[in-house]
């Protein structure tokens, strides 16, 4: 027997709590790293920039995708990590243009409730 209406829509929003939970955490471990004030900042900026609040500044508008390039530019990282870094943007990536597909425009969570 299927689950009725009221049971898909209990998974649903269980399913939406999980993905909030997710899109959470991932903003944590990008605020972490971004707090990291060198590994965001490359040899141009620091050339360019005369003062720390310049160079601040210029970081605050950098993309984290940005960052973590400047970071294994200018850093030597372990080969295991750069995969996990890597493997975390890319999946980031797909999880927030994901969330952005599902979480905009009409009928927004009714997509996954077939009648």
């Known amino acids: 027997m299927g689950m009725t209406k009221e049971e898909r829509i209990q998974e649903m929003e269980e399913v ?41 500044s210029d970081r605050e508008k950098t993309t984290f995708g940005r960052m973590i390039g400047v970071m294994k530019e200018e850093w030597s990282l372990h080969p295991i990590f750069e995969i996990f870094i890597d493997a975390f943007v890319k999946e980031r990536n797909i999880f927030i243009l994901t969330w952005k597909t ?13 009648e």
Do not use: C, D
């Open 16 to 56: 939406w709590a999980m993905m909030g939970l997710t899109l959470t955490i991932f903003h944590e471990i990008e605020y972490h790293l971004s707090q990291a004030f060198l590994l965001g900042v490359n040899e141009k900026a620091r050339r360019q920039n005369k003062t720390i609040k310049e160079i601040m």
């Open 102 to 114: 599902w979480s905009s425009g009409p009928g927004q969570r009714q997509m996954a409730l077939p």
